[in-house]
């Protein structure tokens, strides 16, 4: 009884194909077709297929700045070249736009990570979209490289208010040596000892830290923060690989996943200046 059951449910979808096809066609559908024929190989630039994959899933325009609202952001991992015994410092940062020359995003400045990444380490990052369930598609970016530091006038109209709010909130609270709020800020190029990798600031008096964050947020909205300010807090760069590669998969369209590596071609530049990259490899699922 149940088997023939399953057997007609199995027959009512294969039926219904455009249902499926309908619900994942707002997901995924760019890597549908650039992945479509595995002996060709997807698009050569890999920044550039990240782009228009973001753009069908509204997370950026047309020129790959984050619209207003969107969840999209990577996780990167970078290491700190004066404890090499030490891991990877790990953070999820949101992405503020991406081109065919990089992935651009900002960090609290002074700390662990924009130390590390300010002083020329190498950095991984892992981007993941979507769903692997039937009527969606599932993808994960991830590759290696390093980071040039951005004027941050270039993308800090592209930042949401509440990250801004907490960079700069926190780093007024760090500042502070009232007998309340003891500071032990010690993360780098803010004025910091930087002797031990580990210390962050902490929270004593968490209303002090609530008013002071509610000021900041007035202020930012009120136009009251100096780009100065916002210079001393954060920081801005643009992430280059080297190598990406990508993985993709729907239910309704394959038994795998279609997995794809592209690595710079380091005798060849593009008109442009940049490195241009190699053809893309297909690889096998793991």
């Known amino acids: 009884m149940i088997t023939s059951m399953a057997h007609t449910f199995s027959r009512r979808i294969l039926a219904r194909p455009n249902l499926l096809r309908s619900a994942a066609t707002a997901s995924g559908e760019v890597l549908t077709r650039s992945f479509g024929v595995a002996s060709k190989g997807p698009n050569p630039d890999p920044l550039h297929l990240l782009q228009q994959e973001c753009i069908s899933r509204q997370l950026c325009d047309t020129e790959g700045n984050r619209l207003p609202g969107v969840d999209w952001r990577?996780?990167?991992?970078?290491?700190?070249?004066?404890?090499?015994?030490?891991?990877?410092?790990?953070?999820?940062?949101?992405?503020?736009?991406?081109?065919?020359?990089?992935?651009?995003f900002v960090v609290k400045r002074g700390s662990i990570v924009c130390d590390a990444i300010s002083k020329g380490q190498a950095l991984s990052f892992l981007h993941t979209q979507g769903h692997f369930l039937p009527g969606q598609s599932a993808e994960q970016w991830r590759g290696e490289g390093l980071c040039i530091v951005l004027p941050l006038s270039e993308v800090i109209s592209e930042v949401p208010h509440f990250v801004i709010t907490s960079m700069v909130g926190s780093k007024r609270i760090a500042r502070e040596s009232t007998s309340g709020w003891p500071v032990d800020d010690k993360g780098g190029d803010s004025g910091g000892s930087g002797d031990a990798p580990t210390n962050r600031s902490s929270v004593a008096n968490r209303s002090h830290l609530t008013e002071v964050m509610q000021k900041t947020r007035l202020e930012l909205e009120n136009g009251e923060v100096t780009i100065e300010e916002l210079n001393e807090c954060m920081r801005a760069f643009r992430f280059q690989p080297d190598r990406i590669e990508c993985m993709w998969a729907s239910p309704d369209s394959s038994v795998l996943w279609d997995r794809w590596e592209w690595e710079r071609d380091q005798a060849a530049d593009c008109p442009e200046g940049t490195i241009a990259w190699q053809m893309a490899r297909n690889l096998v699922p793991h």
């Open 74 to 104: 990577f996780a990167i991992a970078v290491s700190d070249a004066e404890h090499p015994g030490s891991a990877p410092n790990l953070r999820t940062v949101g992405i503020e736009r991406v081109t065919q020359e990089g992935i651009d």
